[in-house]
């Protein structure tokens, strides 16, 4: 099956730094979402983004498809940005999503 | 976005016994998921929620130990059966409107097994 891999597996940021989180994926998808799990154990969704770039405040993403990545973008970190960022992704024909192991970010005052 | 309603949010329950969790959607959906997420690990597919037909379960889940009820568009149950402390995890309903569309996600249920 496909292979999801999310880098860095920990971010430990100071409060106003930005950061760049990685998903690499192994074959072709046609889904991709990314993520934010609180501590309390809610997904949050962040954006669907199979394709191309999209912002929403100070996150943003891309997708390059053909180059089967995907980046997350978090501008002026906060601490209530600290949680596990995942990356998730579906194929044609299989509606399922196959998480990657997340990134742990701890965002610091 | 859908509004997702999952109960209980969280439960401490002993080891043998059994415990239903329920996903209601305030609107109907296509598709309905059920997934685990052990302790310090990623979410893991179980089954797929199938409405009126038998759960389509992924490998190393059998219906035995985690049986799933669709009786309708806008309603899930996953029971897992005869818990065991390995069973401690937070499982997540999930539902998309349409096949290989945005995926949506309860706020779990956190089982501890004792």
């Known amino acids: 099956g496909i292979q999801v891999e999310q880098s860095p597996p920990d971010l430990i940021l100071q409060e106003g730094a930005n950061s760049t989180l990685r998903c690499n994926f192994s074959?072709?998808?046609?889904?991709l979402q990314w993520f934010h799990q609180n501590p309390w154990g809610q997904l949050i969704n962040l954006f669907y983004i199979p394709s191309g770039t999209k912002q929403n405040g100070r996150l943003s993403a891309t997708t390059v498809a053909t180059e089967r990545y995907s980046l997350l973008y978090i501008s002026s970190s906060q601490t209530t940005d600290s949680g596990v960022y995942f990356c998730?992704?579906?194929?044609?024909?299989?509606?399922?999503?196959?998480f990657g192991k997340g990134t742990k970010l701890t965002v610091n005052p | 976005s859908a509004v997702i309603s999952q109960k209980p949010s969280r439960d401490i329950c002993q080891r043998g016994t059994s415990l239903t969790i329920q996903c209601q959607v305030d609107?109907?959906?296509?598709?309905m998921f059920w997934y685990r997420q052990q302790p310090g690990q990623s979410l893991t597919l179980i089954a797929t929620?199938?409405?009126?037909?038998?759960?389509?379960?992924e490998s190393g889940f059998v219906i035995d130990k985690f049986p799933i009820s669709r009786p309708n568009l806008t309603f899930s149950t996953l029971t897992v059966s005869n818990m065991s402390p390995e069973d401690s995890s937070i499982y997540l309903c999930?539902?998309?409107?349409?096949?290989?569309?945005?995926?949506?996600f309860g706020q779990g249920t956190r089982l501890t097994v004792v």
């Open positions: 999930s539902v998309e409107y349409s096949k290989n569309t945005e995926a949506f």
């Open positions: 609107s109907q959906v296509t598709m």
């Open positions: 998730a992704v579906g194929q044609g024909g299989s509606e399922k999503l196959v």
């Open positions: 074959d072709s998808v046609n889904n």
């Open positions: 929620a199938n409405q009126g037909s038998e759960a389509t379960y």
